[in-house]
């Protein structure tokens, strides 16, 4: 699992690494983790090395902003762009590729897909995503709003979880309508004990799909890549790659 660097289309340098080995397999899997994560974090690690047991090829890296990665965070706006870069660097191996994001990098990821005009996407898997522009009232939530939304919360993130956070949000399209613009596979897995997003979110985004939809409301899960959702991606992944596309 040796490390390389990836270089995005707006010339940011991403950390980046191959897990698992796939002898004959056409299709990959590209992981995206969420906020003030890692390709690192060992809940992003349990994830790529479930897929990779499953049979998948496994590409993860660090999000702008974070870890080992340069640029700076923009909470899933230009990390399109770090998603856009791993599927290209994929799809020189693999005929076909699924994405899978936590949280913010379900965001980048729907993004990415519905942008995507080059083809070779089998299907986007999102975990914890809203769908809407808007969180629960409580002690997490604005703690997290303090910690990107002011400078003061931006220079403790900086020093104490290794994440640098542009100081502008420019407040791009929501997921449900990102979520429109998909013709591919798109499964939608959230946990009804999420506390950062709730679960009636996950329906949400599901309704707004333009293309063929998965939605898996897991009992118990809490929110991102929490290890109670590894049998529902799993799942997914094989249900996107064998879902034809709306033409």
Do not use: K
């Not at 590729?97 to 942008?115: D, H």
């Not at 679960?199 to 898996?216: D, I, K, N, Y």
Request: net charge neutral; proline share 5%; hydrophobic share 45%.
């Amino acid at each position: 699992m040796s490390e390389f660097t990836l270089t995005t289309r707006d010339g940011v340098d991403l950390r980046a690494r191959w897990h698992g080995i796939c002898d004959g397999c056409r299709t990959a899997v590209v992981l995206v983790h969420g906020f003030t994560a890692s390709m690192d974090h060992p809940e992003v690690v349990a994830v790529a090395e479930a897929l990779a047991q499953d049979g998948h090829r496994v590409f993860c890296y660090d999000a702008r902003g974070h870890s080992g990665s340069g640029g700076l965070s923009t909470l899933g706006d230009a990390e399109r762009h770090d998603v856009a870069a791993a599927v290209a660097e994929v799809l020189e191996s693999y005929d076909r590729v699924v994405t899978v994001g936590a949280s913010m990098g379900a965001i980048a990821a729907l993004r990415q897909a519905a942008a995507n005009s080059e083809g070779g996407l089998a299907g986007v898997v999102t975990v914890s995503s809203p769908a809407r522009w808007r969180l629960p009232l409580n002690v997490r939530t604005i703690l997290g709003a303090a910690l990107t939304r002011t400078a003061y919360g931006r220079r403790v993130a900086a020093r104490r979880m290794g994440v640098r956070i542009h100081p502008i949000w420019a407040d791009p399209l929501e997921p449900e309508s990102l979520a429109a613009h998909l013709n591919v596979p798109l499964a939608v897995i959230h946990g009804d004990a999420d506390p950062m997003i709730h679960w009636t979110e996950g329906r949400l985004l599901a309704a707004a799909a333009g293309g063929p939809t998965r939605l898996e409301i897991v009992p118990g899960m809490r929110h991102a890549f929490d290890p109670r959702a590894i049998p529902a991606i799993l799942h997914s992944v094989r249900w996107a790659l064998t879902t034809p596309a709306v033409a």
